[in-house]
């Protein structure tokens, strides 16, 4: 988590709880990639209610010439 604060430019206590950071940081960039035909998905790996890692998948995109 510290690495990617660091990546993103945001405070690590900005979003105290991680559903705020997903909410506000990842579902929104999403949003914002899917409008230029790129994107990301990602996967959450809890153990527990305890979150331990993001995985991120960059979505291909193909265009049709």
């Known amino acids: 988590m510290e ?3 660091g990546i993103l430019r945001i405070g690590e206590r ?3 709880r991680f559903f705020d ?3 506000y ?3 929104q960039a999403q949003k ?3 409008i230029y035909d790129s994107g990301f998905e ?3 790996k809890k153990q527990g209610k305890r979150l331990l890692l993001y ?3 960059q979505k291909k995109c193909f265009r049709k010439s």
């Open 21 to 23: 950071f997903k909410r």
């Open 14 to 16: 900005e979003f105290e």
């Open 3 to 5: 690495q990617l604060c």
């Open 55 to 57: 995985s991120f998948f």
């Open 25 to 27: 940081i990842l579902q």
């Open 42 to 44: 990602f996967k959450e």
């Open 32 to 34: 914002e990639q899917a």
